[in-house]
């Protein structure tokens, strides 16, 4: 069932029906990361010029390179911090965009089943800034573990995984059910939804393509939650049934939308 569904989530990924979501996340991400790269060595130069000016009063004579090394300073602090600040800003970048994400999984690949309600802004909101959260606790623990022989690869995946699995996948549960609901479902089926979450931090680790994490993770979770729910007793009443579902012209396999 883990597997099925992180098949399908890749597959899903790269699909016409995500290619808005996947261009807005890469494109954000993209202009955020550049940001600050040079808001960084702005304020490098803003504060280091004066700072050297006052440390050696006598010999100004190397301050018009100041500001150019300061900036090549900052620059290679942020390339070494990359590593780090790439998976928490698109995280937090695609999670404006994961319910649209979630609909496109429901709608193509399970037109037969209720469509999921949306959260509302304010929800979605205090939401992003768990996703954002907990990326940067897991890495913080994870950068901290590194350090520390024998488990720091472990220790990456275990908090990574953990973390990003219950997060994603009470996001998907809760487009159906309420929060402690999710949390049930959740606890009920937890070895389940952490080896899924190993299968997040697994793509997490790989540099660039860990940009795509957040996309992948919402699709897994939902072909996962999905799946869950087929085995013990379907989906609740209450999911939104307003919206249109697409239906596949072969009964095997879901129409696919184009973009």
């Not at 959260?133 to 908090?159: E, R």
């Amino acid at each position: 069932m883990i597997f099925t569904a992180a098949r399908l989530a890749l597959a899903d990924i790269f699909s016409p029906p995500f290619r808005a979501a996947l261009w807005k996340t890469l494109g954000l991400t993209a202009v955020v990361l550049v940001a600050l790269w040079f808001g960084l060595g702005a304020i490098a130069e803003i504060f280091a010029v004066p700072f050297l000016s006052n440390l050696f009063p006598d010999d100004l004579s190397w301050l018009d390179q100041a500001g150019t090394l300061a900036g090549w300073a900052a620059g290679l602090l942020l390339a070494v911090l990359l590593a780090f600040l790439i998976g928490p800003i698109s995280a937090v970048i695609a999670s404006l965009f994961l319910d649209d994400v979630a609909v496109v999984v429901e709608r193509e690949s399970y037109p037969d089943a209720p469509t999921g309600t949306a959260m509302a802004f304010l929800p979605g909101l205090v939401l992003s800034a768990k996703f954002f959260g907990v990326v940067i606790l897991g890495n913080l623990l994870a950068l901290v573990l590194l350090l520390v022989p024998g488990v720091n690869i472990a220790a990456f995946f275990l908090v990574n995984g953990y973390l990003l699995g219950r997060e994603y996948f009470e996001f998907a549960a809760m487009r159906y059910r309420s929060e402690d609901e999710a949390k049930a479902i959740r606890s009920r089926h937890g070895g389940t939804v952490f080896v899924a979450g190993l299968l997040i931090a697994g793509f997490l680790a790989i540099p660039i393509v860990n940009l795509l994490t957040p996309l992948f993770a919402a699709a897994l979770m939902v072909h996962l939650h999905q799946r869950i729910a087929a085995k013990t007793g379907g989906l609740p009443v209450q999911a939104d049934r307003t919206a249109p579902r697409v239906r596949g012209s072969d009964a095997a396999a879901p129409e696919r939308r184009s973009s």
